[in-house]
């Protein structure tokens, strides 16, 4: 009888630490929604070419696991998440629309701006390789990765030069059509809020995004 107490009870620890472990993991899901939800809202809804945001690695120390699991979801939607490793103790997540960034990458102008930089092949893959170096040997931050996001080229010039500034938004305005630029903020900002307030009533980005 003794034994069987004890199977008993070891059986409900190990159940116990099985839902502990996929609570766990749900609570990391719901974690990196949000931020995708806080920082990626414009390229998941296709209205931007990416989105980028910083993760310790401390907050998430599966979140190549995590990246694999969202890239089979989404990748049926043409979004695909890439990271930047670092040799300190954060990572760079970057979301993208595939097809809009090789039409970017694509362009003449962009592939001679990205040329002063070192960047020799325009590929996706090519392009990643040598940002990553880039990040990891620059002092400065790479400010080419503007344009990647989708930023106006000649406002990322007017900000490499120090130019004067005409508008601050989710970027700096410093040349391109400042009305336009407004326009882009003030979506930004709605897709934004409308994914974070979904997200936070249940709905999964799987469903947000078409």
């Known amino acids: 009888m003794f034994h069987v107490f004890t199977d008993l009870k070891i059986m409900e620890q190990m159940l116990m630490f099985l839902l502990f472990k996929i609570l766990l993991i749900m609570s990391k899901q719901e974690y990196f929604e949000e931020l995708l939800a806080h920082h990626c809202a414009p390229t998941l809804c296709k209205c931007k070419v990416a989105n980028m945001f910083h993760l310790e690695k401390s907050k998430l120390e599966d ?6 699991t969202y890239n089979q979801i989404l990748k049926t939607k043409n979004i695909y998440i890439h990271i930047f490793q670092s040799l300190n103790s954060r990572v760079t997540i970057f979301v993208f629309s595939k097809k809009q960034l090789e039409s970017l990458l ?3 102008e962009v592939k001679h701006f990205l040329s002063l930089y070192g960047y020799k092949k325009f590929s996706i893959h090519s392009v990643f390789n040598h940002l990553e170096k880039r990040l990891n040997e620059s002092i400065e931050y790479p400010h080419e990765i503007g344009v990647l996001l989708g930023y106006p080229l000649e406002d990322v010039i007017g900000f490499i030069e120090s130019q004067s500034c005409i508008m601050i938004g989710t970027w700096k305005v410093y040349n391109s059509n400042p009305d336009e630029a407004q326009q882009r903020f003030k979506l930004y900002k709605s897709v934004r809020e409308y994914f974070i307030k979904e997200v936070r009533n249940g709905r999964k980005i799987a469903t947000l995004v078409h």
């Not at 979140?63 to 694999?68: F, R, Y």
Request: charged share 55%; hydrophobic share 35%.
């Open 63 to 68: 979140i190549d696991e995590i990246i694999k």
């Open 106 to 108: 694509n362009r003449d």
